[in-house]
């Protein structure tokens, strides 16, 4: 059914005979972010149903990788519906624009953009399911109340099942605003909720992307050119083709694909393709030339993203001034799953089974090679094994559907580990060159910040930033936390062909390691307490306020540390939530050893603190790897490093404690998946700092100089 | 092609394959058992973790013509008679995994170390799980999973 309306909220009901409720609801496009436009039409989307034996099927439209979309969804439904917990039954959705609004899992987006719909999908329900109660005991229905999937008439205690009551309530009107409930009264949001798919990924049944398996299918490995940008100048694959269990070599614009009955053989064909690349133009690409492009464009005038004040004035009339440089590296992705991706083009039709971030683009991507209509290309989202930002782009759809056309047959293409680190988007290297003023006491009066680095936006479409301001590029730089009353906050745009895209936190991750690492310098150059400088300038910002206040309490800020130990702050505001973080590290022979992580984050509701926690461990975790090892360096136009010995990721052993504090202000929810990164490799920078007296500018830092 | 006759979690098998296709591969697609994982292939990140022999071992670097005659145990094994193995049952218990890639890799080193340590300590687990890599940052809750499972005897 599709019916063009502009009303934002649309709820409808549906049953059939002996079906239950089904409850379909519209959940309006939630994200620009990604460029979309807004679907004007769609067909509603069955949200919510509850068969006669109780069940309440919820449908999560958004992606897991772990970060618990198919755990929060349903909470948030069965809250306001008061399902028994056990009841529920998750179902993953397809791609599908017309009904879901947009499905793009990132941008730390999952639970705020849902949490008002799916709180009234589950109230909708739940009155239906008295009214029907009511009805049936043909009773007052402000006398009956919903608990644990019953409905009770209080005077007589009499009551009846969800399941009972199903196929009735789908005959009930719709309430246009049924009333939401107190959080005060809520049982299921804010409590110890387990992860719905832990069995299943506990005995390995859980099924991610590389999982899945069709009749007929072929596995696929394509060799690419190893520098960026390259492509085939000529093939010889008759090598690969005597490789046994090879069945086909197919040549797309960016490769060769190896297809075989074994992943195994086609990686086997692969090896023994004779192909003579042509490099293209980047040949000669280092990380040092890029490092001194950036050098150089530090001398431009950034293009200017936010301007208060007259820092001219500040900085001429500052008793002190400080400057310092920092530089980040491109850092990978690199979840634990490469990049895979099964597709099946027919003649009318596309199937596509892939663990995407971003199902609608990989549909619209799938209906562009095959020419297919969107309706014809049918996406199913698989688990995920770890996304990061790595999967909102569908460079690796693109391919499958591409060799799938070619071979005619279903393909399962599969990225080795040395393809997906040599080939990741990677999160841009960048330089940020920032001065401060401060006048005889000790108070920040000027700030000059710069950031010169590549843009994702504008690598992939230039002609959009022709004034040369990639705002995306200055988040958490621009409208920073600190009352500062004259700055400056530009960027210079250093586009190169390294690939680069979202990483876990974007920009953030780089602008708040040289913005938190700075204050820090700041606050000794005044010779004030880390702590103490950066409260005094978080009176417009109450929340990042409360909860640098609360991370120093539980960390024990103006506790004596024992020798050899030592203690760094850090926090940011972003993603919609407020982050501050306190490392303790100690450093021997020149490593550093970080023992705890003690976070404070507001995101205004804790809506599942069991996900909120693993998702603050998982950004201490990722932060951390790439602030003390992670480096990809480029060379003669490639990737140097190609798997996890040149690439190392912390270990268990490296792993720090990690105590987390979650402070419910009910202020309007922020995301969690991402806001916990930027600060944790400052904290811990500050922190070395603190303890060696060496301050960390340049990361990762692998040896302290 | 070489036949090779192996026991898979319990059950004598003879596959035909390339001598040389890692035991990973044989698993997850000549036999299906797709629980064990692709991670690296060079037997750097322990997402393939098998028992050979009652040995962990990673079967991305394994020939399966090394296997003839072994005795293979995969995540699908662990189970006994409709019963969870008490590491996976501490698993559960912790609410260990997140994206869950790495997981059935780190349960099979799980279930080595605690045959060889029914009471591993810190430093045990530190370096039996040192090559058993997990991006989402689930350390901290495997550690504790793993006292969990060896106080209630998970080395049975």
Redesign the interface.
Known sequence: MMTSVNRRDFMKAAGTAGAGLVLSFYLPSDSKLFGEPEAESFAPNVWLSIDPKGTVTITSAKTE???GARTYFPIMVAEELEADWKSIKVIQADADPTKYGSQATGGSTGVRTSWDKLRKAGATGREMLISAAASKWNVDRSTCYAEKSTVIHRPTKRSLTYGELADNAAKQPVPENPPLKDPKDFKIVGTWV??V????????????G??I?IPGML?ASLARCPVFGGNVASLDATKAKAV??VRQVVQIDNGVAVLA?????AM?GREVLDIRWNNGSDAALSSEKIRLMFEEYSKKEGAEGEKMGDIATAFSGAAKTVEAVYELPYVSH?????MNCLADVKSGSCEIWVPSQNPQSAQSLASKITGLPIEKVTVHVT??????GRRLDNDYVEEAVKISKAAAVPVQL?W???DDMTHDLYRPASRHVISGALDGNGNLTGWNYKMIGPSIGGQRSPERYKDGLDRSALSAAIGMPYAIPNLLVSYVMANTAVPIGAWRSVYASQNVFAIESFIDELAYAAKRDPLEFRLQMLNKSPRLKNVVETVAEKAGWNNPLPRGIGRGIACASCFGSHVAEVAEVSVEKDKINVRRMVVAVDCGIAVAP?TLE??I??????AL?AALKGEITIKDGRTQQS???AYP?M???E?P??EVHIVNSYEPLGGIGEPAVPSAAPAVCNAVFALTGKRVRSLPVTKLG | ?ASISLTINGTKQTVN??PD??LL?VL???L???????????G??G?CTVHIDGEPTRSCATPILSCEGKSIL???G??QNGH?HPV?EA??EE??????????GM?MSVVGLLKQKRNPTDAD???A???????????????KAIHTAARKGGAS
């Open positions: 990788m772990g970060q387990p992860q798919l832990t069995a299943d990924r506990s005995t390995g049944k859980a099924m991610f590389i999982d398996k596995y046994p269990g009955t074994s992943t195994w053989a086997q690199s979840p634990m799953e490469p688990l995920l094994g770890g996304g990061f599969l080795t580990r040395e069991n693993a998702q461990e998982g950004a201490v975790v990722l790897t798997n996890f010995d990721i270990t268990i052993g792993m404690k990690v | 092609m394959v390339q296709m890692p591969w997850r697609d000549t299906g058992l797709t629980g064990t994982k692709y991670g690296c292939g060079i750097a990140c997402s995969t995540i699908e662990l189970e969870l996976q698993w559960i609410d260990v995994p997140q994206c869950g890639y790495c997981q059935s349960i687990i530190d370096d799980l040192s090559a058993n890599l997990c991006r989402c940052g689930t350390y901290n809750r495997v550690r």
